[in-house]
Each structure stands twice: as structure tokens, then as C-alpha cells.
T-cell receptor
Framework: GQQLNQSPQSMFIQEGEDVSMNCTSS?????WLWYKQDPGEGPVLLIA?????ELTSNGRLTAQFGITRKDSFLNISASIPSDVGIYFC???????????FGKGTKLSVKP | ETGVTQTPRHLVMGMTNKKSLKCEQH?????MYWYKQSAKKPLELMFV???????ENNSVPSRFSPECPNSSHLFLHLHTLQPEDSALYLC?????????????FGPGTRLTVT
């Protein structure tokens, strides 16, 4: 079935460092979404990207929709302890609501 | 209440029990989704309802039975589950099924089957 390859699987960083994670696919996607999930909670939508090449920011978070439409990355600048959690990418291929999710990147931030 | 709510948050059930998970969305959305989240696996889409009609059923075993009585409520009825069904079950909603890229999730029900 369709898969998204998300990397890295986990990251251990120092507070204040920048973070970068990405998702790739062998297929073209029309939409890329980035979610964050805290322990015991559901995923929360961070950023939605709709056009190839689009670069969108949400506070310290920046995400880009790859030009080839087969990848996306998420950057977090100046990380803080509350950035801890699992970050998921999700892509949508057609015009309907089904999303395909990556396996997640687990972020740990050391104060 | 705002957003998407789910009850119960935690559920432990035996393999012969029958239980139901409930989801309610307060966003005025027309599409609702059930996902299963297991450790080390991507979220798996189970069912999709659009305007109270099921539009997607991704080869889910019949021991899982969804119900959507109206556009705000979604249920997942469970019976004779297996231990491997233990997981976090997430409900989500989106404005519509077509062209609805942004799905909003509830907090999930942590299900343990003993």
C-alpha cells in the first residue's frame, strides 16, 4: 500500500537547537499536513501545505511542500521543552479526505 | 465543549465483552473518521462517514461496527475483540469529505483487550 517515509524516527536535542524532519513518498501528493501528538492526546494540526514549493510558517515552525510534490519538511527553530512529542506528516493524493500518515518522529528536548 | 471529544478515554475489556466508543464533534463538520493507532505503525484509517453515509471501509474485521446517527456523532461498536486490537482509537472530523484536507482529531480512546 501507499507509504510515507518519515525521518528521523527519533531525535534527542538540546533546548535552543533547531530541528529538521522530513517525509518522502514515491508518489505525488496534492496536500501535505504536519501534526504533533502529545502523550495521551490526539494529533493536533500544525501546518497545512497546498501547493508545490509552498513555504509556510506557524510561529517557530516552518514547513515546505517539495517542488516534486513527493516530499515535505518541517523545521522547528530554537526548540523549547514543550516541543517534546511525536510529529507526523500526512499526505493526501486525490480530492477526497483520506490521509496517509508517516510513522512519526519522536522529539525529545533536553533543558 | 469544543473541537472533537471522545469517550471513554480508557477502556479495558475482555474478549467476550461488547462495548462502544463514542465521538462527538462540535465543529459543524460533515465528515467523520475512525483511525487505529498502534505502536510503531502509521495511523490506520478504519472508516469514513460523509453526511452520515459510510464512504470508506478499509478491510476492517466485522468485530468493529461503526454507526453515524447524525453528522455530529460517530460510534464504534466493539464485540469479541482480540488482544491485538489493543490500541489507541482516534476519531477525526473534517469540513467535508471532498476537498477536505484538514482533519481535526479527538484525544482518543486507549483500548486494552484482555
Amino acid at each position: 500500500g501507499q507509504q510515507l517515509n518519515q525521518s528521523p524516527q527519533s531525535m534527542f536535542i538540546q533546548e535552543g537547537e533547531d530541528v529538521s524532519m522530513n517525509c518522502t513518498s514515491s508518489s505525488i501528493f496534492n496536500t501535505w499536513l504536519w501534526y504533533k501528538q502529545d502523550p495521551g492526546e490526539g494529533p493536533v494540526l500544525l501546518i497545512a501545505l497546498y501547493k508545490a514549493g509552498e513555504l509556510t510558517s506557524n510561529g517557530r515552525l516552518t514547513a515546505q511542500f517539495g517542488i516534486t510534490r513527493k516530499d515535505s519538511f518541517l523545521n522547528i527553530s530554537a526548540s523549547i521543552p514543550s516541543d517534546v512529542g511525536i510529529y507526523f506528516c500526512a499526505g493526501q493524493r486525490g480530492s477526497q479526505g483520506n490521509l496517509i500518515f508517516g510513522k512519526g518522529t519522536k522529539l525529545s528536548v533536553k533543558p | 465543549e469544543t473541537g472533537v471529544t471522545q469517550t471513554p478515554r480508557h477502556l479495558v475489556m475482555g474478549m467476550t465483552n461488547k462495548k462502544s466508543l463514542k465521538c462527538e464533534q462540535h465543529l459543524g463538520h460533515n465528515a467523520m473518521y475512525w483511525y487505529k493507532q498502534s505502536a510503531k505503525k502509521p495511523l490506520e484509517l478504519m472508516f469514513v462517514y460523509s453526511l452520515e453515509e459510510r464512504v470508506e471501509n478499509n478491510s476492517v474485521p466485522s468485530r468493529f461496527s461503526p454507526e453515524c446517527p447524525n453528522s455530529s456523532h460517530l460510534f464504534l461498536h466493539l464485540h469479541t475483540l482480540q488482544p491485538e486490537d489493543s490500541a489507541l482509537y482516534l476519531c477525526a472530523s473534517s469540513q467535508d469529505y471532498e476537498d477536505a484536507y484538514e482533519q481535526y482529531f479527538g484525544p482518543g480512546t486507549r483500548l486494552t483487550v484482555t
